[in-house]
């Protein structure tokens, strides 16, 4: 993706040129059949993903936007905040078994090198204590945060990122436009 001047956008010139700086398009150059793909997952949602987006949607966490079932390159990832390039993954108990873990970890690996940060968590961790999941991601979103504006002055939008796990209102922004 070529790199542009910063021009007006409803997010925002911050939003737009840090986008520039990512260098990568929000979908990644995902092909229109994992669009179609996507739509579907995201009208079969598994109770752990319901659980989790009903905490990230609307910018209801630090004030962040989620997409849901969102394309990315070759993949559909269960949860994308684009600012941070940041992927949470919500895995079901077959996450464990030993081919599905292996394919998990090449899929990982691949988003890395990509530029990606995954974070995943089991379906039950989820569901069954959603406050220390959200406590775990937070973790992971301010470890983001201080490498980000250590390693790259351009990035001091991030500093607005709140330290606590403080949820935005959303005003209007519902997270499932692109």
């Known amino acids: 993706m070529k790199s542009t001047s910063p ?16 260098k990568i398009p929000l979908h990644a150059d995902a092909v229109p059949e994992i ?19 009903e905490q990230l949607r609307a910018k ?5 936007k989620f997409r849901r079932q969102h394309p990315l390159h070759s993949f559909i990832v269960d949860f994308y905040c684009h600012q941070l390039k940041l992927i949470v993954e919500a895995d079901g108990g ?4 030993p081919e599905q873990h292996k394919l998990d970890k090449s899929r990982t690996a691949e988003l890395e090198n990509l530029g990606f940060t995954v974070a995943r968590f089991m379906n039950e961790e989820i569901v069954q204590n959603t406050e ?3 406590k775990k991601l937070e973790e ?3 470890s983001l ?12 939008d991030l500093k607005d990122i709140p ?16």
Do not use: C
């Open 132 to 134: 220390e999941t959200l």
């Open 7 to 22: 021009k007006s956008s409803p997010q925002g010139e911050d939003f737009v040129g840090l986008q520039n700086e990512l």
């Open 35 to 53: 669009f179609e793909r996507a739509k579907k997952l995201r009208a079969d949602t598994t109770r752990a993903e319901q659980v989790l987006w």
């Open 140 to 142: 992971v979103i301010l």
């Open 94 to 97: 077959y996450h464990n078994e």
């Open 60 to 64: 209801r966490f630090m004030n962040l």
């Open 163 to 178: 330290l606590s796990s403080r949820r935005g209102t959303g005003r209007g922004d519902y997270g499932d436009n692109p």
């Open 145 to 156: 945060k201080d490498t980000s504006l250590k390693s790259s002055p351009a990035r001091e």
